[in-house]
């Protein structure tokens, strides 16, 4: 299943491994999902920009329909 298949549907996001090593940029697209630490999650309506994002991280992510 692709990320398009989310396309304006609501998605849960859960962080599964830590950010300690990662870039400025990579951080940033975390705590823009709402994500602060290891195993938190955040319901998300997806939209292009948010899929964005989701890639630029997705090796950290956990991804499921809501």
Request: net charge positive; with cysteine; hydrophobic share 40%.
């Amino acid at each position: 299943m692709s990320l398009k298949d989310f396309l304006q549907k609501e998605v849960i996001v859960i962080q599964t491994s830590s950010a300690s090593k990662l870039t400025q940029r990579q951080k940033a697209n975390l705590i823009g999902l709402g994500l602060r630490g290891v195993n938190t999650s955040s319901k998300l309506t997806c939209s292009e920009s948010v899929l964005g994002m989701i890639r630029k991280v997705e090796h950290l992510l956990k991804i499921s329909a809501a």
